[in-house]
């Protein structure tokens, strides 16, 4: 039997977790389909996934990381609180719990931690809903990632068709649902969770990054690179990418603050030096960089895809240039010798 609420109780279930904490929900905002803190009237949207993805609940486009003051030779460095307090992810599946993984062996492990991602990532209750229908876009299957379910999550929910199941991993978890228990929402359901309908985008990524190792100078970088615009597009909606730049804004000529934003290695400007030299001074660098950090680089540091297989960006790019594409390329390339 599992613990269940009705999906007429989803709006009661969101009122009781907003009381708890600052609740992320996928919601049309501004039209966009998105996370965004939870309020009443906001249009919910648990039938398919989000054009954005929730990192930035986590990992913000902007934030605020310290206030600065220089007279003369006095200056005084004021670091900024990086604690949002309590949160709750949602209705997150499982592309992007597994990309909050990936965001947490490049912020949390390997001799560094990045204090304002590991603050809100310890403060935070994340939520997975399992898939049923996998979009036109989606191949997490093939990036090792399972839509029904994701085990890293602190709740689990389930569609059960006129009713969701829940089911508690961690602490966190526990806390959660008997928050919603002590609120009368929740029941008991025999019923099973519905079947994953099957998936329309195909792809083989086995042995991808062992066949990258050998590619780093082959030709096919060249081809691929001719029509990317470069806009950056696909590393803002991505749930894994992490690129950030160090800005300042200043209130004056003596104070102001510093901020992280987020930047992409798809930008001529992102690798330039202060010299003026530039290591991807063409697109072909730049592209075969994505590709190669999301399919070969990551998983040799961190034993993992840095591909969740979420499809945001095969729907969002403007020039069709699409990841599964190059995972096919790639396995189709001859290496000479």
Known sequence: ?????????????????????????????????????????????????????????????????????????????????????????????????????????????????????????????IVTLGCVTPGPDCFCYAMGVNPAEHTASDAQLFDLGDAYGIVARTAKGEALVSALAAAGLLCESDKAPLPIGDFVLKVDAKGITGKLQQMFDH?????????????????????TCHCFDISDKKRNAHCGVKIKCWDTCMYSEYAL??????????????????FMHKLRYFPERYGKLQCTGCGRCIAKCPVNLEITDVIQQVREAKIDG
């Open 1 to 125: 039997m599992l613990k269940a609420f009705p999906k007429d109780k989803v709006t009661a279930v969101l009122d009781t977790l907003a009381k708890q904490a600052t609740l992320w929900v996928p919601a049309i905002v501004a039209g966009v389909s998105r996370f965004a803190p939870y309020s009443p009237g906001r249009e919910v949207q648990l039938g398919a996934n989000t054009v954005m993805s929730p990192k930035e609940a986590l990992f913000p486009a902007t934030e605020k990381i310290y206030e600065y003051s220089a007279y003369g030779i006095d200056g005084e460095f004021t670091p900024v609180d990086p604690s949002v307090g309590p949160q709750i992810l949602f209705g997150l599946r499982s592309c992007d719990m597994q990309g909050i993984l990936c965001l947490d062996d490049v912020f949390l492990t390997h001799g560094y931690v990045d204090d304002y991602y590991a603050k809100k990532r310890e403060e935070a209750t």
């Open 219 to 239: 030709p096919l970088w060249d081809a691929l690179s001719r029509k990317c615009l470069n806009c950056g597009a696909c590393a803002y909606i991505c749930p």
């Open 273 to 290: 030096m202060a010299g003026g030299h530039n290591p991807r001074p063409s697109k072909k660098e730049r592209v075969r960089q994505r």
